[in-house]
């Protein structure tokens, strides 16, 4: 197991997490209204008369959105409930203008499932999915527009999120980011949420707490809204140590909510931790309980796309790939759609995964951009590579053509063709230049055949620059083997 163990002065410690995912529904309107829920709009322009809780106005059940849960939770593995309740969440605050969110208590749209993460160290564990529950988001309080007031954007409210409840299972901060990473990236294949950290389309609150190995759980804090994987992580490390610092000099942990500053990398007190029944949830008197048919269900699961998981299998089973090499082309749909193509097109699958991986990806990143705007498209790629494999030009000079692809959107045979940089393969031509080498360094030639073997190198060195990278590697050596014999 590849658990966070915190040594402290009274033995080892083990944390114990659990995350609840809040993930914005992609559809184009909120979960009981017709308004936008586009991301980006000025202050309360998107906003119906049913977000703004005004009196009569009552919620109509979104079905693209139910439609988006059910999708989400069979591509978790999980149990669709055929009959689920929405609740009424009582709390008050400036931005939830009705005084509660509508949610799923009891009776949830999406039971028990499972995700495979695949960890740092090669291993795969299983993390259980406890629930999937549809809500409302509400709006946003905006406290750094006026020195003495707040400002409020109802936007968001009623806007649909899907909040995806974790079991315990996880135990560092590094399993808990594989696990967002994979959740996220099975969002995106559904196309139920876009992943979108930075636009608060995707946050996390992290539940944490600390035990002796065999002990039952210790209180737990919840860390409330952290939006990035990195400072989830950060989070929790800083969070587990406090615990055990906490505990270990005589004092008792309280469940509370914390807040994350990412700036100082701690976590402070916000509020003591809610109970359910602080909440008074019960079943929303406007709302039916919605009940689902195995006909729509099963229609749901026949249009599921191919999931990250069984991909990497496909991956590895067809194309011969590592499982390391599988898992990194298949992290985001974007970049298993161009590899396939890559592989489509130069007929070589171990070459193309090598070339994506290595350098394609370095100069996305050098350049800061995404596979999308790759100026080299998968089918140059790919024509590139087949150039490598009918030995018009060696893998050296194919890094050169590359990166002049990459800078001008060239294709490689115009490239090759303008340079002069085909490969010679001409037995003659190679021989020819062997055979200067070889004269011009007679005494490293006479100290090979008295037995320093490693000098081979030296002279296929030298041949490779004297013909400007462009003579036949396979063919230099076993020209060079027997005019050295």
């Known amino acids: 197991m590849s658990g966070l163990l915190i040594e402290g002065r009274t033995g080892t410690w083990e944390v114990v997490i659990g995350l609840e995912v809040h993930a914005q529904v992609t559809s184009n309107a909120k979960l009981f209204s017709g308004a936008s829920a586009a991301f980006g709009a000025e202050p309360n322009s998107q906003v119906s008369l049913v977000d703004a809780a005004m009196p009569g106005m009552l919620p109509v059940i ?57 960890l740092p160290d090669g291993t795969t564990r299983e993390i259980g999915i406890e629930r ?72 996390c609150d992290a539940n944490v707490s600390v035990r002796k190995a065999g002990d039952p759980f210790g209180t737990r804090c919840e860390i409330k809204n952290v939006n990035s ?54 079943p929303d008197p406007d709302l ?45 749909q974007e970049t298993s759609g161009f590899y396939e193509k890559v592989v489509t097109s130069s007929g070589d699958a171990k070459l193309a995964a090598n070339w994506v991986i290595t350098e394609l990806f ?21 024509r590139m590579i087949a150039r490598i494999k009918d030995g018009t030009i060696s893998g050296r000079i194919a890094k050169d053509v590359f990166a002049e692809m990459f800078e001008t959107g060239k294709d490689a045979d115009a490239i090759i063709e303008e340079k002069g940089l085909k490969q010679v393969s001409d037995t003659g031509a190679i021989e020819k230049v062997i055979d200067e080498v070889l004269a011009a360094n007679q005494d490293k030639v006479a100290e090979y055949k008295s037995g320093k073997d490693k000098l081979f190198g030296f002279f296929v060195g030298q041949v490779m620059k004297a013909s400007q990278g462009k003579a036949n590697p396979g063919m230099v050596n076993e020209l060079l083997k027997s005019k050295l014999a």
């Open 229 to 282: 994987i990195r400072f989830v992580k950060q989070a929790i490390e800083y969070e587990a140590r406090r615990q055990v610092e906490v505990i270990e000099e005589g004092g008792t942990i309280n469940q509370e909510t914390r807040l994350f500053d990412s700036r100082q990398g701690v976590t402070r007190s916000m509020r003591s931790k809610e109970h359910a029944h602080d909440y008074r949830y019960f």
């Open 132 to 203: 999937l529950h549809l809500e409302q988001d509400a709006g946003k309080s905006l406290h750094d527009q006026h020195p003495s007031k707040s400002y409020i954007d109802l936007n968001r409210s009623g806007v649909a999120l899907m909040e995806i409840v974790s079991k315990p299972d996880l135990r560092s901060g590094d399993e808990a980011a594989a696990y967002l990473t994979k959740l996220r990236a099975i969002l995106r294949y559904l196309g139920t949420c876009d992943g979108n950290m930075e636009e608060g389309s995707m946050r």
């Open 288 to 332: 039916l309980p919605l009940v689902l048919t195995e006909e729509r269900i099963e229609k749901i699961k026949a249009s599921l796309p191919e999931l990250p998981d069984a991909k990497k299998q496909r991956f590895m089973q067809d194309y011969g790939l590592s499982a390391y090499d599988a898992g990194v082309l298949v992290a985001e």
């Open 362 to 382: 370095g100069q996305l990143n050098t350049a800061g951009k995404d596979i999308a705007d790759s100026p080299v498209s998968a089918e140059a790629l790919g």
């Open 62 to 118: 979104n079905k693209v959105c139910v439609d988006q849960a059910i999708k989400t939770g069979l591509g978790l593995n999980a149990a669709i409930n055929r009959t689920s309740v929405f609740a009424r969440k009582n709390y008050f605050y400036a931005d939830l203008p009705q005084g509660y969110q509508i949610s799923q208590y009891e009776k949830p749209i999406v039971g028990e499932g499972i995700v495979l993460v695949d």
